[in-house]
Nanobody, 125 residues
Framework: QVQLVESGGGLVQAGGSLRLSCVAS????????MGWYRQAPGNGRELVATISYGGMTDYANSVKGRFTISRDNAKSTIFLQMNSLQPEDTAAYYC???????????????????WGQGTQVTVSS
């Protein structure tokens, strides 16, 4: 089992910055790609950014040049630095982690996906 806990959300004015953190705990030794997704009321959950274990990144077009995802594998933590925030960035931000199929102590486990509880980001105009 893996648990994900996000922090760093809050209320900021347009043009401001926030840094989100997500700490993974539990069976974290073989976590692969991790990322951030967001969901505003009435909308679906959309990808914001992902980062592989080796550091390859992917960003939604709407945040390219403004957001930066990073990770600290030693601490099983990912970050999302959000600059030049705009009101349309307002949403609940969720941390995601993927775990590939694996053998553990002689047993096979299916691939897994984990989600945090979310942290609210609100950007005022």
């Amino acid at each position: 089992q893996v648990q994900l806990v996000e922090s760093g959300g809050g209320l900021v004015q347009a043009g401001g910055s926030l840094r989100l953190s997500c700490v993974a705990s539990g069976s974290v030794s073989d976590l692969g790609t991790m990322g951030w997704y967001r969901q505003a009321p009435g909308n679906g959950r959309e990808l914001v950014a992902t980062i592989s274990y080796g550091g390859m990144t992917d960003y939604a077009n709407s945040v390219k040049g403004r957001f930066t995802i990073s990770r600290d594998n030693a601490k099983s933590t990912i970050f999302l630095q959000m600059n030049s925030l705009q009101p349309e960035d307002t949403a609940a931000y969720y941390c995601n982690a993927r775990q590939p199929p694996r053998w553990d102590s002689g047993s096979y486990y299916d691939p897994s996906e984990y989600w945090g509880q979310g942290t609210q980001v609100t950007v005022s105009s």
